[in-house]
């Protein structure tokens, strides 16, 4: 099932990411990743290999890669498993993580609509 998550950093960098492979599943099925080209918040699909960045085609890492985030919160925020191979299991948490625009480990996620802390 999809949905959908807020990356927000103090920078002022906002974005909404589509997850999860929705109503068409079980392909794509889609987790939030960093696109270095295009220094912003991407959502790639975690069933294939390399990942890509749906905009520029560059390869992309997944926000739950340990370099993205210098120490963990302690509520999870996301937990998306594929319905292709349930090993494949990628999380997010409310920890602070590095932000594409400014490069700050100050990028919160959230599930989209939620109120901020």
Not at 38 to 63: L, M, N, S
């Amino acid at each position: 099932m999809g949905s959908s998550v807020t990356a927000r950093c103090t920078c002022g960098y906002e974005t909404e990411v589509s997850t999860g492979s929705g109503m068409m599943g079980p392909t794509p099925d889609y987790f939030p990743a960093h696109c270095a080209r295009c220094r912003a918040v991407v959502p790639a699909d975690i069933t294939t290999w390399p990942a890509t960045c749906r905009t520029c085609g560059e390869e992309v890492q997944f926000y739950d890669a340990r370099e993205f985030q210098m120490s963990p919160g302690s509520r999870e925020v996301l937990d998306e498993r594929t319905l292709v191979d349930p090993a494949i299991r990628h999380r997010l948490n409310d920890g602070a993580y590095l932000c594409p625009k400014c490069r700050a480990f100050e990028l919160k996620f959230e599930v989209a609509g939620r109120q901020r802390d």
